[in-house]
């Protein structure tokens, strides 16, 4: 339990630059991954698509489904690529370390790159920074900016407040749902670890949450996208 994360600290002789290097292979591996996945999902497509073609497609709606339940179709179409790249990287992501955590000395390298709170917080904070540069985009910086005195101009500094609690929440949610499920998951692969009491007492458990696992990380990468539109919505439709 008491893994270090491997870091490569004063990076490029910089004092103040640390990087994970477990987060920086596991963010790579979970790109990777999700790169494949498309270019195999449009390699020999087919008019009538059966497979994974057919798995992709159901995917495309399935997203296509999230963001025509929070804006019009004519405005959402824009965010279909950001919908469905966000729900393939978090979902796998959140998969890497359900599969296996991989542990070299004492420093975990394998794991979720979704149960480190700065990747979260980064990918929350990416949709509300996405969310602001969009409706400035679609309606107008001036119109935009007034968003923020309706109804009431003493309302301004609540909906500034609401853009940090909401880039938080995002992120904290994410992180939270996977960091607790890697910790149970390794609790109980120490049991099987410890003897053949153990490996017989846990197979089943361990078994059973790596399901559970599996359900949760694709309702978190569900949720992140839904309120990744939710917050689009609020920004670039006219009736927010």
Do not use: C
């Amino acid at each position: 339990m008491n893994h270090e994360a491997p870091m490569w600290k004063d990076a490029f002789g910089i004092e103040w630059l640390d990087f994970n290097l477990s987060n920086v292979l596991m963010m790579f591996v979970a790109s990777l991954i999700v790169f494949i996945l498309g270019v195999a999902a449009t390699k020999n497509m087919q008019r009538y698509p059966t497979g994974f073609q057919n798995f992709m497609e159901w995917l495309i709606d399935f997203i296509k489904g999230i963001i025509g339940s929070n804006m019009d179709w004519r405005t959402g179409k824009l965010f279909l690529p950001l919908g469905l790249t966000l729900f393939t990287y978090i979902f796998v992501s959140n998969m890497l370390g359900v599969v296996t955590n991989g542990v070299v000395g004492h420093e975990l390298w394998w794991k979720s790159p979704t149960a480190d709170p700065g990747i979260t917080m980064t990918l929350a904070t990416l949709v509300v920074v996405l969310s602001h540069y969009y409706g400035v985009k679609l309606r107008g910086g001036k119109e935009y900016s007034k968003t923020f005195v309706k109804p009431l101009p003493f309302l301004l500094p609540f909906k500034i407040i609401e853009e940090f609690s909401n880039t938080l929440t995002l992120g904290l949610r994410l992180y939270g749902n996977i960091y607790a499920g890697e910790i149970l998951l390794t609790l109980l692969v120490g049991l099987a670890a410890s003897g053949i009491g153990g490996f017989i007492g846990a197979t089943l458990p361990m078994i059973a949450w790596m399901g559970f696992s599996t359900f949760i990380g694709f309702i978190q990468a569900f949720i992140f996208v839904m309120l990744t539109m939710v917050y689009m919505s609020h920004k670039v439709s006219e009736d927010h």
